[in-house]
């Protein structure tokens, strides 16, 4: 028999034995790469910009040639020129020298500021006079301000928002180096699981697990590899698993994990290879008939049968598992603060989930718990986060002020 | 001249002209149907689970028959039989008689509770003794519990989340009617602009607006259109922005919107057809120079050429219109509150948004702005999120609470 683990202790057995799992580097064009993970840092091979650049239309100056200059006392300066958008300046500074620059538009040399040209007036053909003073760099970007030559724009890990992505056209990047996405194999057990297209009749199931599965892998940036349904025979699921395993980095097979007759899973675990099944059973609710292993280094879960338990297990294990293969840098847990708007007694020595609505209050959000029977998958829909009951912790007082972690 | 309208008037002006747009229907297998948006209700047609489910290992019982039993007075039952996972039972339960029930199996008609076998003892091939009185309906599903026949299981303008999918598949449904992604015709201006993979010379600048805003486009739900780059020549953007209005839902042009001589993106709106251009800059920093037309009902944004401002104008009121096109309900804005590890000045008449990142500080989170000048596409890059900074407000100080809205 193995004993159950905490869910801390799952947790670093997860990183002791699969923490230094890495996917492969696939290049995709810049316009796929949103949503992806950084395989490597991306270093700068230019300066961005590339140029001293304005940032409004104006006087381009030597910003001491403005040193005390006022509305009662303009700063004179000789107007020796235009600089034309999108075209390298012919043009440079001498002392107490301006020259017209239009927003986006090059500095030419000698030019450290810009004065707008709300603040200066031109007096006739060649006489600009500066009714403010421009510190040094004023209303400039210089070359590599944004992006320094050969620093490092973006780092290894990182998930590409849109922001990530400008850094990336920024700096001339066409195909992006990213993480390959792990494949997920995801296989249903039980006689009386049928698929979501069958007609029910009797006591059949439909195939809840697979579909939300699939949902939490792609969510979390693996490719969910479909395995059918198989049913509660030991050797079938052998043969199935054994499958998974040539082509999926991760293996997961819902129902059969309980301690009944029924319960394959474990044995086929046992038998595809060291060092075999690792825990049996997580103090969790929802979810703890639930099952890992280590099969020559692949990780292979044995969810519960229910949906709802098999969506936690996933997510508190599975999830952090295929960011690390990723590479990705985990994302900061950032739960939200409420007032628990419920009573809720907890059960010490497992930690527990509660599904949650948020509101509005007086004075903050208050967090609502979904009503109806445990391990309905109604519950889990109408819920926008969970407030999680530590293992050891007395449970719940409405008025207590709870972390919400957000779906 | 148009007058610059607040970020509160430009959202009501969308509003007004735009929230009654709408995309079609489309049907995707369910497979595909993650992260999409529900187009219509849908109803139960039929009842989830669709038979009294036992969620134990176990013996089905009419409740009534164990009430007052206890460790040390167990309640004597008859054992009529072993209903089989998978089968409807062939058994119906009389007084005083017993059923054993695995976890997922039926329970027998006359059943309304199940004991757990932990609490339970055989008596020969005839007897069961219950340690434990079961309330009624204790650890059992009824048929409907979770889904109601007929009852509305997940409504219109729903974003379809791993939870969501399971819903759909508990009810059979293997093709899902959601929202046409709106198609976002993106179009670049500029005389000194270049494609992200041309080699840059002189004053040259990479269209980095295109891509961040179809990732942006992508991350909303939309589809993206790439229709390249222009000069800045008035006839160019007219004949292109035409093209796009014929096939695209909403038009964004970047670039040519600040007042200025080359400003041509309002006078091409004018010339599409009414109404024509809404307005023309938005009190906000950044964006300011954005231009809103409604061209027989289609929107079409000139949004700023630089791209922190095409950003943050995009996100303010383009992702919100295309939320609403998609009919999907306002995520709620979930902000985290930080304290501001820095002073803002603020110029009154304008809201601002202060790029963010935040760390843990020992009594919550610490908002740290982004350092660098206003403007660069690192800063965005560094940000977790943004602090907005409202319109009339005297600014930030440190130590100030702050709602950080996360990217």
């Not at 928002?161 to 990336?168: S, T």
């Not at 099969?295 to 049968?305: A, D, E, I």
């Not at 930690?351 to 609502?368: F, Q, T």
């Amino acid at each position: 028999m193995f004993t159950v683990k905490s869910v801390y202790e799952t947790k670093e057995l997860i990183g002791a034995h699969f923490g230094h799992l890495r996917t492969e580097c696939t290049a995709v064009p810049l316009a796929q790469a949103f949503g992806r993970t950084l395989f490597e840092d991306v270093l700068a091979p230019e300066n961005v910009p590339s140029f001293d650049r304005s940032m409004v239309d104006g006087y381009a100056v030597k910003a001491a040639d403005t040193f005390g200059a006022s509305e009662a006392m303009p700063a004179m300066l000789s107007f020796i020129g235009e600089v034309r958008m999108g075209e390298a300046p012919d043009i440079s500074l001498s002392d107490m020298e301006c020259a017209y620059v239009p927003t986006g538009g090059q500095l030419p040399e000698g030019a450290d500021a810009m004065v707008m040209i709300e603040y200066a007036e031109k007096l006739g053909e060649d006489m600009i006079l500066s009714y403010a003073q421009a510190a040094p760099g004023a209303h400039v970007i210089f070359a590599g301000d944004d992006i320094r030559l050969g620093r490092r724009a973006l780092e290894r890990g990182v998930l590409l928002r849109p922001q990530e992505i400008g850094v990336l056209a920024a700096l001339g990047v066409t195909e992006v180096r990213v993480a390959k996405p792990p494949r997920v194999g995801i296989l249903s057990t039980g006689d009386e699981i049928v698929p979501v297209g069958a007609a029910i009749h009797g006591t059949r199931m439909r195939d809840v697990n697979a579909s939300v599965l699939a949902a939490q892998t792609a969510e979390s940036g693996g490719e969910p590899v479909p395995f059918g349904i198989i049913p509660d025979d030991e050797d079938a699921i052998f043969e199935a698993t054994r499958k998974m395993l040539e082509t999926c980095d991760v293996c997961v097979i819902t129902g059969g994990s309980s301690v009944g007759a029924k319960d394959a899973t474990a044995r086929v675990i046992g038998r595809l290879g060291g060092p075999g099944v690792l825990l049996h059973g997580v103090a969790m609710k929802p979810g703890k008939p639930t099952i890992l292993g280590d099969v020559k280094s692949k990780p292979v879960f044995g969810l519960p049968g229910h949906p709802v338990s098999a969506f936690f297990v996933f997510r508190m294990f599975a999830v952090p598992l295929l960011h690390g293969m990723l590479g990705r840098k985990a994302p900061e847990h950032r739960p939200v603060l409420a007032r628990a708007a419920f009573d809720y007694a907890s059960r010490q020595g497992r930690e527990e989930y509660v599904p949650v609505r948020l509101s509005h209050g007086a004075d903050g959000l208050i967090a609502h718990a979904i009503h109806g029977k445990s391990g309905l998958i109604t519950t889990l829909s109408q819920a926008e986060g969970y407030v999680s009951v530590a293992r050891g912790a007395e449970g719940l007082r409405a008025g207590n002020l709870v972390e919400v972690t957000l779906f």
